[in-house]
């Protein structure tokens, strides 16, 4: 916990330094947010992660294209925090809304496909649609065999997400 802490300082003390000489909507404030709102995310305060999260949002949504891939950072980190909350459709909104811009922005291969498509297959998984789940697991690991080596921990982990969400059909079928 003392990491956390000494983590939380730092970013507070950069994010005073930013605040004083940057305007207030700087993509540097914005990066700020996010990196407390993680701290507080790890620590487990998810309502603080969320506010600060939030703040990230707000930032670059007037400061950057509908389209930036800093936005997708901010979908994601707040739909983890809904996710770990279990406010699962919040969660996918998010995660939808990170989804959309990966489509609109980027190539059909691109890893950050598959990492959507794990989070919102992490999401189904939890909800208890594990056909859904299976569906999206099952893209994402198509993407990461294309584009990581076979030995990567990204490609074990769906793996096994893969085999659990299949054993709960069979369980439930």
Same mark, same amino acid.
């Given at each position: 916990?003392?990491?956390?802490?000494?983590?939380?300082?730092?970013?507070?003390?950069?994010?005073?330094?930013?605040?004083?000489?940057?305007?207030?909507?700087?993509?540097?404030?914005?990066?700020?947010?996010?990196?407390?709102?993680?701290?507080?995310?790890?620590?487990?305060?998810?309502?603080?992660?969320?506010?600060?999260?939030?703040?990230?949002?707000?930032?670059?949504?007037?400061?950057?294209?509908?389209?930036?891939?800093?936005?997708?950072?901010?979908?994601?980190?707040?739909?983890?925090?809904?996710?770990?909350?279990?406010?699962?459709?919040?969660?996918?909104?998010?995660?939808?809304?990170?989804?959309?811009?990966?489509?609109?922005?980027?190539?059909?291969?691109?890893?950050?496909?598959?990492?959507?498509?794990?989070? *919102?297959?992490?999401?189904?998984?939890?909800?208890?649609?594990?056909?859904?789940?299976?569906?999206?697991?099952?893209?994402?690991?198509?993407?990461?065999?294309?584009?990581?080596?076979?030995?990567?921990?990204? *490609?074990?982990?769906?793996?096994?997400?893969?085999?659990?969400?299949?054993?709960? *059909?069979?369980?439930?079928?």
């Amino acid at each position: 916990m003392g990491e956390y802490s000494k983590a939380l300082s730092f970013y507070e003390k950069a994010f005073e330094i930013f605040q004083k000489s940057l305007p207030s909507n700087h993509p540097l404030l914005a990066i700020s947010y996010n990196n407390i709102g993680s701290v507080y995310d790890s620590m487990g305060e998810f309502f603080k992660a969320l506010s600060y999260y939030d703040k990230a949002l707000e930032i670059d949504k007037k400061t950057l294209p509908s389209n930036h891939p800093s936005l997708i950072v901010s979908y994601n980190n707040i739909g983890l925090v809904y996710k770990k909350m279990g406010e699962y459709s919040k969660a996918l909104l998010y995660y939808e809304k990170a989804l959309e811009i990966i489509q609109k922005s980027l190539p059909s291969n691109h890893p950050l496909f598959a990492s959507s498509y794990n989070n *919102i297959g992490g999401v189904y998984d939890s909800m208890g649609e594990y056909s859904k789940a299976l569906s999206y697991f099952q893209r994402a690991l198509d993407i990461w065999q294309r584009v990581l080596p076979p030995t990567h921990p990204h *490609i074990k982990s769906v793996k096994e997400s893969i085999e659990t969400v299949k054993e709960e *059909i069979i369980k439930n079928s």
